[in-house]
């Protein structure tokens, strides 16, 4: 399970970091036809491979008992994903903005979400650092104690 979890960590940090070539494809578009077009990658991506790849991660985590920071660390990429949606969507509610039409609060409230695409990058990092120690120096069980196992006598005590 360690190695499956490293190998997910590995999916989440490559996608992160491909979110900023999809994100750079998309910027330097010469229309705005073709920029939604490109938006699209970025979009998927975050969405559905990041998202998805991080609740996995956790879940994993979870069952080869990577320890709760590793979890909690996996589960806050996922969750940060939605932080990227929300900042749009609240975003462009709260400022009046759309993707037709943005105002100025709207670009200051839009230019959140590179700084946290930047955390998520620097998360996506840390899990991949974590699962990959996980794997390739996995901990041994300690021995059982087998004293446990035998009946206790009133004389021993």
């Known amino acids: 399970m360690r190695k499956t979890l490293m190998v997910l960590a590995a999916i ?26 490109a ?10 491979v990041l998202r998805y ?8 985590a979870a069952i080869a008992r990577m320890g709760s920071r590793t ?8 969750l940060m994903t939605w932080v990227q949606l929300f900042i749009f969507i609240i975003g462009g509610m709260l400022t009046g903005s759309s993707e ?11 230019s959140i979400h590179p700084v946290t695409g930047l955390l ?3 998360m996506s990092y840390w899990l991949f650092s974590r699962a990959r120690a996980a794997a390739l120096n996995p901990q041994p069980l300690p021995p059982k104690d ?10 021993s005590a």
């Open 12 to 37: 989440v940090l490559l996608s992160s970091l491909a979110q900023l070539f999809f994100a750079g494809y998309f910027h330097f578009q010469n229309t705005i036809e073709a920029q939604r077009e």
């Open 39 to 48: 938006g699209v990658y970025h979009v998927l991506n975050g969405q559905y």
């Open 53 to 60: 790849g991080a609740l996995l991660a956790a879940i994993v």
């Open 71 to 78: 979890i909690w660390l996996a589960a806050g990429i996922f």
């Open 100 to 110: 037709d039409f943005i105002t100025p609060s709207g670009s200051w409230v839009a």
């Open 120 to 122: 998520i990058i620097f």
């Open 146 to 155: 087998t004293s446990s196992d035998a009946p206790t006598s009133p004389a």
